[in-house]
T-cell receptor
Framework: DQQVKQNSPSLSVQEGRISILNCDYTNSMFDYFLWYKKYPAEGPTFLISISSIKDKNEDGRFTVFLNKSAKHLSLHIVPSQPGDSAVYFCAAGSMRNAGKSTFGDGTTLTVKP | ETGVTQSPTHLIKTRGQQVTLRCSSQSGHNTVSWYQQALGQGPQFIFQYYREEENGRGNFPPRFSGLQFPNYSSELNVNALELDDSALYLC???????????FGPGTRLLVL
């Protein structure tokens, strides 16, 4: 049973518009959530995280929203740029040890010029 | 500061063989985690090493084993390879268990 799900395998947006990537989880014990970006032939790169005590975290163009009651988080990218085109993974785990996180299957974002 | 490196980049083995994959952590990082990423899926946690001791394991059989050395480089060993072991194997290191992970580019293993 998959504990972290990214239901949209792909997303295409126009440059300058907002990209919204979604993630659902089932395990109530998760207290730390992360987003990673992955380019081809590279390992995932940490993007942004949020702990369960918050409902929003911002870092430049990237904002992550957490809805604990719905067990849902989303990543907003505003404005989207062609360089943002990559696979985005949502991960969930414990704040005490991010290395043991459970990953979703990823969403491929394409930003068109 | 050098990043996380992995070797080899690609590998082809046959069923039943054994394989060793290597990871060189970022300087000073005492924690390394290994992941298996099958095609079209997200990385799946195999195990973690912290200061040379195994510190947690995912849902993988004992034929997946590892080592972490005093210089914090590490190995992933897989015995009795199966076709389903074909995947990208990623290692990630962090300064401590709570800190951000930095991933290597991965080793792509093909089992025929």
């Amino acid at each position: 049973d998959q504990q972290v799900k990214q239901n949209s395998p792909s997303l295409s947006v126009q440059e300058g518009r907002i990209s919204i990537l979604n993630c659902d989880y089932t395990n109530s014990m998760f207290d730390y959530f992360l987003w990673y970006k992955k380019y081809p032939a590279e390992g995932p790169t940490f993007l942004i995280s949020i702990s369960s005590i918050k409902d929003k975290n911002e870092d430049g163009r990237f904002t992550v929203f957490l809805n604990k009651s719905a067990k849902h988080l989303s990543l907003h990218i505003v404005p989207s740029q062609p360089g943002d085109s990559a696979v985005y993974f949502c991960a969930a785990g414990s704040m005490r040890n991010a290395g043991k996180s459970t990953f979703g299957d990823g969403t491929t974002l394409t930003v068109k010029p | 500061e050098t990043g996380v490196t992995q070797s080899p980049t690609h590998l082809i083995k046959t069923r039943g063989q054994q394989v060793t994959l290597r990871c060189s952590s970022q300087s000073g990082h005492n924690t390394v985690s290994w992941y298996q990423q099958a095609l079209g899926q997200g990385p799946q946690f195999i195990f973690q090493y912290y200061r040379e001791e195994e510190n947690g394991r995912g849902n993988f059989p004992p034929r997946f084993s590892g080592l972490q050395f005093p210089n914090y480089s590490s190995e992933l060993n897989v015995n009795a390879l199966e076709l389903d072991d074909s995947a990208l194997y990623l290692c990630a290191s962090s300064l401590t268990r709570q800190e951000t992970q930095y991933f290597g580019p991965g080793t792509r293993l093909l089992v025929l």
